[in-house]
């Protein structure tokens, strides 16, 4: 299993321009997240999905669109991008069977608004 | 807002001593979580504890719970240079164990 992917790992855009961030997960998961991660914080979640056609606001909302279409991708939009939203961003997926609520991460996508 | 806050910030040891963190959170919980983030890469989850248990055991990691102080703390024993990580507590809220929150993290660094 490749486990949770993103893509791209980097990325540069001018304020205002819009985005997708891709994240995919090939373990069936029903739980996926988007979580962004600033300089000495800790992880803020953005959007979460418990499954497809399913999605809700985290933290930290503003400024950015989900969907779930499919189990396996869970894709994060940037509407119109602000020097605020520069941050690394993961997305992690967990099952939502069992007991063990842990969740895995894909490695990240650093993000630089100019 | 962040529920966990972890302490200390930074702590630097040498290799083979033993590393305390601690973390504290506001509200009731249903569980509490370790995460290890590597420099640059995605977060890697340590350990579980739920909020019936007081300690809990993995390999060298061992964590206690206190829900009455709402506070956690992870010890790593017999530390590696390997080990150098940040290192994350995140509480799941009620009603949803997978709706984690997440503190601000001890950065360890374990020097050889």
């Known amino acids: 299993n490749a486990g949770v992917t993103q893509t791209p790992k980097f990325q540069v855009l001018k304020t205002g321009q819009s985005m997708t961030l891709q994240c995919a997960q090939d373990?069936?998961?029903?739980?996926m997240s988007w979580y962004r991660q600033d300089p000495g914080m800790g992880l803020r979640l953005i959007h979460y999905?418990?499954?497809?056609?399913?999605?809700d606001q985290g933290e930290v909302p503003n400024g950015y669109n989900v969907s779930r279409s499919t189990t396996e991708d869970f894709p994060l939009r940037l509407l119109s991008a602000a020097p605020s939203q520069t941050s690394v961003y993961f997305c992690?997926?967990?099952?939502?069977?069992?007991?063990?609520?842990?969740?895995?991460f894909g490695p990240g996508t650093r993000l630089t608004v100019t | 807002s962040q529920q966990g806050e972890e302490d200390p910030q930074a702590l630097s040891i040498q290799e083979g001593e033993n590393a305390t963190m601690n973390c504290s959170y506001k509200?009731?919980?249903?569980?509490l979580q370790w995460y290890r983030q590597n420099s640059g890469r995605g977060l890697v989850h340590l350990i579980l504890?739920?909020?019936?248990?007081r300690e809990k055991h993995s390999g060298r990691l061992r964590v206690t719970l206190d829900t009455s102080k709402k506070s956690s703390s992870l010890l790593i024993t017999a530390s590696r240079a390997a080990d150098t990580a940040s290192y994350f507590c995140?509480?799941?809220?009620?009603?949803?164990?997978?709706?984690?929150?997440f503190g601000k993290g001890t950065l360890l660094t374990v020097n050889p």
């Open positions: 992690a997926s967990s099952p939502m069977t069992g007991s063990t609520y842990e969740q895995y």
């Open positions: 373990m069936n998961h029903e739980y």
């Open positions: 999905s418990v499954g497809a056609g399913i999605t």
């Open positions: 509200t009731s919980i249903n569980n």
């Open positions: 504890i739920r909020s019936n248990e």
């Open positions: 995140a509480t799941g809220e009620p009603g949803s164990n997978y709706k984690l929150t």
